[in-house]
């Protein structure tokens, strides 16, 4: 039987631990700090052999090095072309990783990072695919574009919006309040997305993650997978007349999205 729990690091990263109760394996998703994963381990008597990375960022990679001392034998996979040197296996889009029979998929998703990859597998955990985004897209968000172009972030999350619905979208930081305060400012009059914000915060006030979302989800209320939704081009087409920007495009909407959030 397999499950997966949030190890909270930091102020506001999740690390994904995904356990095997038969065998006592463990695969940890971007670890970037060893400790809350070693005590996680322990007290669940878990055995890490597996570490996936997304990305090269040190919130995301900072405690491989640490958790490879403790687990010398761990495989440490993640995007071949990353800046990250500690890879153990790495792997290219279109590639597979294979996990106590689970495969998992990876998916080239540049825009936060160039070397951006997710890992999804549509065998169900917790009675759902699985998806582990990194910081590409978050709960009614997404990644600021440290490196790549809008319309390479908006071609990756058209990739992970044509995934299953019932995928439930396992993001690395509780960023979905900020994010909702934004989304709202931009769709005050989109009732779903306010019954929406009521829960989150409901759930964050009884200490609660709002991670993970779902793709259903993030289609209907996440402005960042909405670009050719009309309200949203209302709002974008406002904004983006405000600022100066070009709006004439799938493109262009997105980027005036990305452009407001930036600045919000």
């Avoid at 090095?65 to 072309?81: H, I, K, M, N, S």
């Avoid at 890879?87 to 998916?107: A, C, D, R, S």
């Avoid at 779902?214 to 670009?227: D, G, M, Q, Y």
């Avoid at 050719?228 to 495009?249: F, K, M, Q």
């Amino acid at each position: 039987m397999f499950n997966i729990r949030a190890i909270s690091a930091f102020s506001d990263n999740y690390i994904w631990c995904l356990s095997d109760s038969a065998s006592g394996k463990a695969l940890i998703v971007d670890p970037g700090q060893a400790q809350p994963v070693l005590d996680h381990l322990a007290r669940h008597q878990l055995s890490l052999d597996t570490i996936l990375v997304t990305h090269h960022h040190p919130d995301h990679t900072g405690g491989i090095a640490a958790l490879t001392d403790a687990f010398p034998e761990v495989r440490v996979t993640g995007p071949a072309d990353s800046p990250f040197k500690g890879l153990t296996n790495p792997v290219h889009p279109g590639g597979e990783v294979v996990w106590q029979g689970l495969t998992f998929q990876v998916m080239a998703v540049p825009g936060h990072t160039l070397d951006h990859i997710a890992f999804y597998t549509s065998t169900p955990v917790d009675d759902r695919p699985v998806l582990f985004c990194g910081d590409t897209l978050f709960v009614c968000g997404c990644g600021r574009l440290f490196e790549g172009k809008p319309e390479q972030m908006k071609q990756s999350l058209h990739s992970l919006r044509d995934l299953p619905d019932a995928t439930a979208v396992y993001c690395a930081h509780e960023y979905t309040l900020a994010n909702l305060r934004f989304a709202r400012s931009w769709l005050p009059d989109d009732a779903e997305l306010a019954a929406f914000e009521q829960d989150c915060i409901a759930r964050r006030e009884r200490g609660e993650a709002t991670v993970p979302s779902t793709i259903a989800t993030e289609k209907a209320l996440n402005p960042f997978l909405r670009w050719d939704d009309p309200a949203v081009i209302e709002a974008a087409t406002r904004y983006a007349s405000n600022a100066g920007l070009p709006c004439d495009s799938d493109n262009a909407i997105f980027a005036a999205i990305r452009h407001g959030k930036d600045h919000f």
